[in-house]
Each structure stands twice: as C-alpha cells, then as structure tokens.
C-alpha cells in the first residue's frame, strides 16, 4: 500500500534533503579547490625543500673547512709558542751579558767533540742531545783566507773576543733547546745565527761547510723583516737530510734599542699536519688537502703519502693536476691566496660533475686547507611521506562526501517519487 505524505511534509522533506546536498556540494568544492590549492603550494615548498639540504650540506662543508683549519692552527701556535720562548730566552742571556761557562763545542772537531753520540733515524746521522754545537762564519775569523785553506781542527781562537763571548753567551742557550725540542716530535732543529757570525744548533751535530754563514741565509734574511717580537714562517721546503718536508719558524732577537742581535730558527716536520689532513672527513666521499700560497701541494689524497720522503719535484706538484684546471677553479685559489675563506660549487667537468670546493687559508703560515666534495641532489623523504599521506586524506574525504552527495540525491529522489 502506498503511503501519501502531506505537501508539506514533503516540501519539509524536500528542502532538508536539497540543503544537505547543497551542504554537500559546496564541501566539496570548498575541499577540492583547497586541496588543488595545497598541491601547487606544497610543489613549490617540496622545491623549495629539496634544495635546503643542498644548502646544509655545503654549511657543513664550510663550516668543517674552519673548524679543521682551526685545529691546524693550534699546531702551528705551539710551535709560535716554542719558537717565541727561546727567543725571549736569548734576549734575557744578551740582557745580562754573563756565561754560566757551559762546555763549548765546535761542529766538526774531532778531539774536542762530544761523546754520547748516538744514531738518529730523524736527523740520518749521529747526533748529540746533550750539548748543541757552534759553527764561526769565514768572515768572523781574523784571518779568513787561513780559515778557509787549513783544517778544522787548526782554527780556534782565530777570532775577536765579541766571537767568542758570542760563543760562550749562545752555550746557555742549551738551557731552553733541550726542553723544548723535547716538547713536540716534530721539531728536527733548534738553532740561533748572530750578526757576529757565530751559529749555534741542537741536536750537536756536523759538520757544516765551511763557508757556511747564517747571517747570508734566506731564513736569517727573513726574519729580519719580522717586527720585534713575532714570529714567522718560511715557505715548505725538503729538508736535505731527512727528506721530510719542514717548514722554519723564525724569531729575531734584538736590543732595546732595535739592534739586530741574531736570529732564532726552528726546522720542524710537516709529517703530523700531512697525516692529519689525510685523515679529515669530509662528509661522506669527500676529500681534503694541503697546499701553499703557489698552490703547491703539500698533502692530498693522491700524491705522496706523508710518511714517505719527498725531494723537490714532489713539493713542486701543482694542486690544479689534482683537482681541476678550469678557470672557476683558478678564480677560488686567487681569492684564498690574498688570505680569503671561499667556498663555492665548481663544475670540473666529465664524469666529476660538480664539487663543492672549500678554501681556508691558515693564520700562522702560508698554507691553505682545501676541502671537496661532489654535489649530490638531495631529496626529504620526511617531507614528502607527510605531504602523500596529506593529499591521501584530502582524497579520501573528497571520496566520502560524494558518496554522501550521491546517497542524499538518491534518497531525495526516492522521496519525490512517493509524493
């Protein structure tokens, strides 16, 4: 039997049911133009996202580079430090101008030469770590031309009485050499050259060539340009006797009244500071070195291990056979060799792609930390599972109101034909 419904029954039904499909039909709408909406937003904030890690990952890089140059820094503060004391030391004995009388020791006699000699694997030769030894330049003798003919051994005493007080004020010097050699590994010699001639080194050992004269050198000649009390650094060099490579920390001791004293001088090895570049990390399949302001390498993945000896092609390689030769290359070591930290991503071409190149030229010396790495695109997998589930539940609901739409529409038709 068919039920009859009032028209006003119906009216009240017809407008619930067309109110609740209109509800409906704007949700939908209103969710769907939102989540269109979101999808454009999110795809430009995914971009955007994407490239944040990039972005943190070369902070890394840079911020590793400083960090790393810092801790090599304190290596050559301490020997600034070493090299600081016994200058300061020579100054005080040249203050008081008196000898303790320590025993003095010329570098090649073979009568009056120290006897605890042993075998030194750092010098390759015998040396002494008990007394240093002395050298006399040609010039300081009274006779030179005698000096430079006869032996070693038949020249004391051909010298002016400031030669040998020099001679006997640089024996105190023992004082300050032993300690502090014995302080860093590293050191391989401690020595002071004076404007009388007289040149004085620890470990003893010998001989020197007879012409030699410390006031001629290049590490004497530099630290004379050096401002009263700091200190300075030469370029790396091959040590002859080691073959290590060295670099001289250099100190000038002088009067109060500016006059030139001498030069204090301290030979150390590189093979620390080598190894320690070796064993940086640069973030995952990265890479680090070492060079000089001539953008000559000094440590790096590819070249000579750090222990092993070096002569003097080996510190003539050109960081560029290692790394690119390209221009934007170039344009960074200019800019880290006027003392600026660069850092920027620089194509090296073929199969190498881009690289994140890094430059921090260190404080004390002449040299320059290098770090690269490859510039990998980085995806937020994070950001992305939350966006999918997101858009999933946008989907899902847009899904549940149709339903309700199209079961509200049945229903209200369903209605009108019971009218």
Partial sequence: MKTYYPMSRFMENSEYWKAIMMGLFVSIIIISSATIGIFIFSAQK??????????????????????????????????????????????????????????VYYHN?????????????????????TFSGYKVAPSAY??????????????????????????????????????????????????MGTEVGVHRSYPYHGPYSKVYDPRVRPWYLTALDTATGKVA??????????????????????NQDETTIGVVGIDFKLTTIQSAVMEINVQKGGSA??????????????????????????????????????QAFRDLLDQARNFQVVQEVVDYGGSLGNQIVSLVPLNKTDLILGSV?????????????????FFLGFFVLNIVLIIVLVAAYIQYRKLASQM
Avoid: C
Wanted: charge should be negative; charged fraction near 20%.
């Fill in 373 to 389: 790495l490859l510039q990998q695109p980085v995806v937020a997998p994070t950001v992305r599972i939350f966006e999918n589930i």
């Fill in 46 to 103: 995914t971009s955007i996202l994407e490239e944040t890690p990039l972005r943190q990952v070369e902070d890394i890089v840079h911020n590793q580079a400083l960090e790393n140059a810092r801790s090599l820094d304190v290596f050559f503060s301490r020997i600034e430090g070493i090299t600081k004391a016994v200058g300061d030391y020579a100054n005080q004995i040249w203050a008081t101008n008196a000898s303790t009388g320590r025993p």
């Fill in 109 to 129: 006699s073979t009568f009056d030469a120290p006897t605890n000699f042993i075998y030194s694997a750092k010098h390759s030769q015998n040396v002494s770590y």
């Fill in 233 to 254: 650094f030469t370029t790396p060099y091959v040590d002859a006797s080691s073959g290590k490579v060295i670099i001289t920390s250099l100190y000038p001791v002088r």
């Fill in 289 to 326: 070195f070492l060079m000089n302001r001539d953008f000559e390498v000094l440590a790096h993945p590819a070249h000579t291990l750090p222990n092993a000896t070096w002569d003097d092609t080996d510190l003539q390689v050109s960081i560029t056979t290692l790394e690119s030769n390209g």
């Fill in 142 to 191: 009274n006779n030179e031309t005698d000096y430079l003919t006869s032996a070693d051994d038949q020249t004391f005493g051909e010298w002016s009485q400031e030669v040998n007080n020099t001679i006997n004020l640089t024996a105190d010097l023992d004082f300050v050499f032993q300690p502090m050699y014995q302080s860093m590994d590293e050191i391989l010699w401690i020595y």
